[in-house]
């Protein structure tokens, strides 16, 4: 596998699952990856919400570790990554709210690059409006988000994956195997 330059975006009560565990996996096989928030630099961190099943209705939130960026990102470019990793949490509903973050996921999608999109990763996507015809799985209670911006919502068991193109995305973190083996195969073509 050749090193991959992959960007990360990241915010306040990403899942923490869903940020360490690829931030770590992928640096492990030798990539560089760049964890970035808006408003935030090198060396701040973000809080991060662990988000459990525990047989209710939907998940449980408790509060996570501090997770540490290592990049700032008022200073990346996003033609300059091969890939993008988006993590769930709660993060991705406010991001979708910064124009600029907006147009560096559909920087990703418009030069064809591998992207990574876990749970609520999915609101990001829909939000970028890169969905159309794509298959996206995603935390279920953003299928009508996928549905709405015109993606097919993949509704899959929480420890699968689906990869649509350039995409790979999945449920929530209980996926982590097959998504993180997927994406490796989006990086390798």
Known sequence: MSNKKI?????????????MVPFQTLLSVGHQVDAVCP?????????TAI??????QTYTEKPGHRFTLNATFSEIKA????????????A????????????????FF??????????????????????EGKQCSAYPACQPEVELAKGVYA?????QAVTDGNLVTAPAWPAHPAWLAQFYVLLNR
């Open 155 to 159: 509704d899959i068991p929480v420890d």
């Open 39 to 47: 408003d935030k630099k090198a060396g701040d961190s973000v809080a």
């Open 92 to 107: 991705p509903e406010y991001l979708r709210l910064n124009k600029d973050v907006i147009a560096m996921v559909q920087h």
């Open 7 to 19: 960007l990360m975006i990241t915010g306040d009560f990403t899942e923490d699952y869903e940020t």
């Open 110 to 131: 418009k030069a064809d690059k591998p992207v990574a999109a876990i749970c609520h990763g999915a609101q990001l996507l829909a939000a970028a409006g890169v969905l």
């Open 79 to 90: 033609e300059d990554y091969d890939a993008l990793v988006i993590p769930g949490g709660r």
């Open 51 to 56: 988000h459990d099943f525990e047989g209710d």
